[in-house]
């Protein structure tokens, strides 16, 4: 019973992002009349579905993920078990979050840091690593 109503919660938690993170012109702009698809555009759809996940997917799982630590942090009740689960919960959030955006800064500065990009105070330009512009040929 708690794993389904687990699901639902993250279902109803998600759900929004899931009608509103699409973008209007597809994960590609390409394909239509006038407009072929190239190889660049295959980098295209990897950066979008990257970008969901990191922009839009993480955050809200691990705003989840630390209220149900905290929740279950709050509610333990002296238990030393729940405690100890609670403190897992909240560890793997923090932890995942480090990792998953650490890597992130780790590859902007390794590409900064061979030149191949600019590391500035805007996060926008033709010269961030991060931006694929496929009508440059």
Same mark, same amino acid.
């Given at each position: 019973?708690? /794993?389904?109503?687990?699901?639902?919660?993250?279902?109803? =938690?998600?759900?929004?992002?899931? !009608?509103?993170g699409?973008?209007?012109?597809? #994960?590609?702009?390409?394909? $239509?009349?006038?407009?072929?698809?190239?190889?660049?555009?295959? =980098? !295209?759809?990897?950066?979008?579905? %990257?970008?969901?996940?990191? =922009? /839009?997917?993480?955050?809200?799982?691990?705003v *989840?993920?630390? %209220?149900? +630590?905290? %929740?279950?942090?709050?509610?333990?009740? $002296?238990?030393?078990?729940? #405690?100890?689960?609670?403190?897992k &919960? #909240?560890?793997?959030? %923090?932890?995942?979050? &480090?990792?998953?955006? +650490?890597?992130?800064?780790?590859?902007? *500065?390794?590409?900064?840091?061979?030149? #191949?990009?600019?590391?500035?105070? +805007?996060? !926008? $330009?033709?010269?961030?690593? =991060? /931006? &694929?512009?496929?009508? !440059?040929?």
């Amino acid at each position: 019973m708690k /794993k389904i109503f687990l699901i639902l919660a993250l279902i109803l =938690f998600l759900s929004p992002l899931m !009608v509103h993170g699409q973008e209007s012109q597809g #994960l590609v702009p390409c394909g $239509g009349p006038g407009n072929p698809c190239q190889l660049c555009h295959l =980098f !295209v759809l990897f950066n979008n579905i %990257v970008n969901f996940i990191l =922009f /839009k997917l993480v955050p809200p799982l691990a705003v *989840f993920m630390l %209220v149900i +630590g905290g %929740v279950t942090f709050l509610f333990a009740g $002296g238990s030393p078990e729940t #405690l100890e689960r609670a403190k897992k &919960i #909240l560890t793997a959030a %923090v932890m995942g979050l &480090i990792i998953i955006y +650490g890597a992130w800064m780790i590859v902007g *500065f390794f590409l900064s840091a061979i030149g #191949l990009s600019d590391l500035g105070i +805007g996060l !926008v $330009g033709p010269d961030k690593w =991060f /931006k &694929i512009d496929c009508s !440059v040929q």
